[in-house]
């Protein structure tokens, strides 16, 4: 389980969070949604400890993501928001570096390298530099970095930007399946028919505050309406169209 309590980060004058408070469970999908500039990606840089909060606290499977970042680094998997990938490696280079971080080695490294370029269906441009590589090619490989160690935790930031139907929907099944297996997943995006198809819970932050944390079901009631975006906006405290 990931768990954030009262959050609160500050840049200079700009609050970019202030008091998010929210759990993301094992076995479940939860989408972090908001308009541009709610502090999506400030509370998910926070989870993967790449940011400070100013207060509050954080855990990952029970571990301070202040106190014990690398016990929280060992139980995450991250894919950021821009994949960051090394364009002089190959596909197969990329996820061994991270594999190696991460403390594995050897064959049980290479095996495992070898089980996400099948499943994420990367083995045609396995060995092939990263640069010049199209978004959807760049997200599996991002991706798989983020599985090379089988977290229980996995944080998505806007996963499916700039992919094409059929990336999106490899990807779609691909989290489906991280569920299955019992990993709690926790993603921002801005489209609201991913939080339909693959979410169980949404955690709605605009202004750098939750306005609301429960099930998608929860959320349609709360609004009074069955169109989710509807509901979002609503809850939100948006106009139509500043979304």
């Known amino acids: 389980m990931i768990r954030v309590q009262g959050l609160g980060k500050r840049f200079g004058t700009v609050v970019a969070i202030n008091d998010v408070t929210f759990d993301a469970a094992d076995r479940r999908v939860t989408a972090l949604l ?21 207060e509050g606290a954080a855990t990952v499977n029970g571990h301070d993501v202040r106190i014990e970042p690398d016990l929280v680094r060992a139980n995450i998997g991250v ?8 364009p002089r490696l190959t596909a197969r280079e990329n996820i061994r570096y ?23 269906d990367m083995v045609p441009f396995a060995d092939r530099r990263t640069k010049g590589f199209s978004q959807g090619q760049r997200v599996k490989v991002a991706l798989a970095r983020a599985l090379v160690h089988n977290p229980a935790h996995v944080i998505l930031d806007e996963p499916t930007n700039g992919l094409d ?14 569920r299955e297996a019992g990993c709690c997943v926790l993603f921002s995006s801005h489209i609201m028919q991913e939080v339909a198809n693959l979410c169980d819970d949404v955690v709605i932050i605009a202004g750098g505050t939750v306005r609301y944390s ?9 609004a009074g309406t069955q ?4 509901a979002f906006v609503q809850i939100a405290g948006l106009e139509e169209g500043e979304q």
């Open 79 to 86: 894919m950021p928001h821009n994949s960051g990938i090394y």
């Open 214 to 222: 429960g099930t998608v079901d929860q959320l349609r009631e709360a």
């Open 227 to 230: 169109d989710l975006e509807t």
């Open 165 to 178: 139907v059929m990336a999106t929907r490899a990807l779609r099944e691909i989290i489906l399946r991280l």
């Open 98 to 120: 991270y594999g190696r971080l991460q403390g594995l080695h050897g064959e049980a490294l290479e095996r495992r390298i070898e089980s996400l370029l099948e499943q994420l």
């Open 34 to 54: 908001g308009p541009n500039g709610a502090g999506k990606s400030t509370t998910l840089r926070i989870l993967a400890g790449v940011l400070s909060a100013d």
